[in-house]
């Protein structure tokens, strides 16, 4: 991309939050009212990459740079830092957390590799906040919950603490799963309930990162499958002329049976 389209997209944002002639809807956002945007273009890009529509993906890459421009100008009317502090700060770090690229430094193998760019990070947030700091730091609130999850276990599991294998964290999840039952059968409040499936939950997310299941991943197809499935049981109820609902619940269990063979059916044929 040339400086002039870049440079163009900057001359835009400056328009849009111009003081006297600017988009009063633009004007009015601050970085905390934006941040669900930028959460939001950042989940359709994914989804452009899951559905395999690059003019889809190019259009919603667009979308995403332009919340990297909005915080950016944000930042430069406070006189925080701009879009060239942002572009500058991101080269240095790849350049610095890459030396097997940009210098001379060698890695026996990608576990090496790996190793040596989760060093870097922790060295980097150490070195913010003056001192060694935790290995939880910088894993951000505002992920999904099963990705962050994801993220706080793998840093424990950096200093050892983990299970070695998945059988262990099978017998965690029964546990857990033991637990909400006696929750459910000693009618436990709505906080205990929450804090039991969350611990069940917890230990989901254990058990795939063991199993190299992206558990982000994994419950996204399983959402996609439970409605492709559901749309099959609503499509067969409106050739009947019927609608869903608990009158008709049997025959929504007959054609949810039936969704699910269709989907073997269309597995074989693949």
């Not at 944002?13 to 950042?42: I, N």
């Not at 994914?46 to 950016?72: N, T, Y």
């Not at 007959?254 to 597995?267: C, H, I, N, R, T």
């Amino acid at each position: 991309m040339s400086d002039t389209h870049i440079d163009r997209l900057l001359d835009i944002m400056e328009r849009l939050r111009d003081p006297e002639s600017g988009c009063p809807w633009d004007l009015k956002q601050t970085f905390r009212s934006v941040a669900p945007y930028t959460l939001e273009e950042a989940f359709e890009v994914v989804e452009a990459i899951e559905g395999g529509d690059p003019a889809e993906l190019q259009d919603e890459l667009g979308d995403l740079l332009f919340q990297v421009v909005f915080h950016a100008r944000m930042a430069q009317e406070r006189a925080e830092f701009d879009f060239a502090n942002v572009v500058r700060g991101i080269c240095d770090k790849m350049i610095r957390r890459h030396p097997h690229v940009f210098g001379d430094v060698e890695h026996a193998d990608e576990g090496a590799l790996r190793a040596a760019w989760e060093g870097q990070k922790q060295r980097e947030r150490a070195d913010r906040r003056g001192g060694q700091g935790s290995l939880m730091e910088g894993v951000a609130k505002a992920l999904p919950a099963l990705v962050r999850a994801d993220k706080l276990q793998r840093r424990a599991a950096r200093a050892a603490f983990d299970w070695q294998r998945p059988e262990p964290v099978m017998e965690k999840i029964r546990e857990e799963l033991a637990e909400c039952a006696r929750a459910m059968e000693s009618n436990a409040g709505h906080p205990a309930l929450e804090e039991e499936i969350g611990d069940l939950l917890f230990s989901c997310v254990n058990l795939a990162r063991h199993l190299r299941v992206d558990a982000e991943q994994a419950l996204r197809g399983a959402n996609a499958k439970f409605e492709r499935r559901f749309r099959f049981v609503e499509q067969g109820l409106a050739q009947q002329g019927l609608e869903p609902g608990a009158r008709v619940r049997e025959r929504m269990e007959v054609l949810w049976e039936a969704s699910k063979q269709a989907d073997k059916k269309e597995g074989d044929d693949a």
